[in-house]
């Protein structure tokens, strides 16, 4: 089991970004799917999450209006649009598999995130 995550890097403030996270070695369409973030010194914070289908999507006030998240179930990969980004979404990006049906429910993997750095 994978989940990858790349796109991090150094972006000004104002800018886009796109982070996808490619899955592998489970059943993807099985698994809803989540982006979380930490910045230094702070604890993990959600950002986005997608059903196992796509058709629902949650995110927090913090990022609403800027972010979107979306999945691609024939790629096996989820991906976190942003846009506008502020010095304060500055963090570790990391995506998360958690599964909702009856034969994945209690099921959850974690990609080894990608660094996301916003500065002038």
């Known amino acids: 089991v994978q989940l990858v995550e790349s796109g991090g890097g150094s972006v000004q403030p104002g800018g886009p970004l796109r982070l996808p996270c490619a899955a592998s070695?489970?059943?993807?369409?099985?698994?809803?799917l989540s982006w979380f973030r930490q910045a230094p010194g702070k604890e993990r914070e959600w950002v986005a999450d997608?059903?196992?289908?796509?058709?629902?999507?949650n995110l927090p006030d913090s990022v609403e209006g800027r972010f979107t998240i979306a999945r691609d179930n024939d790629k096996n990969t989820v991906y976190l649009q942003m846009n506008s980004l502020k010095p304060e979404d500055a963090a570790v990006y990391y995506c998360?598999?958690?599964?909702?049906?009856?034969?994945?429910?209690?099921?959850?993997?974690w990609g080894k995130g990608t660094l996301v750095t916003v500065s002038s």
């Open positions: 998360q598999a958690r599964g909702v049906l009856p034969s994945t429910r209690g099921t959850d993997y």
């Open positions: 997608i059903g196992n289908v796509g058709g629902t999507t």
């Open positions: 070695g489970f059943t993807f369409s099985s698994f809803a």
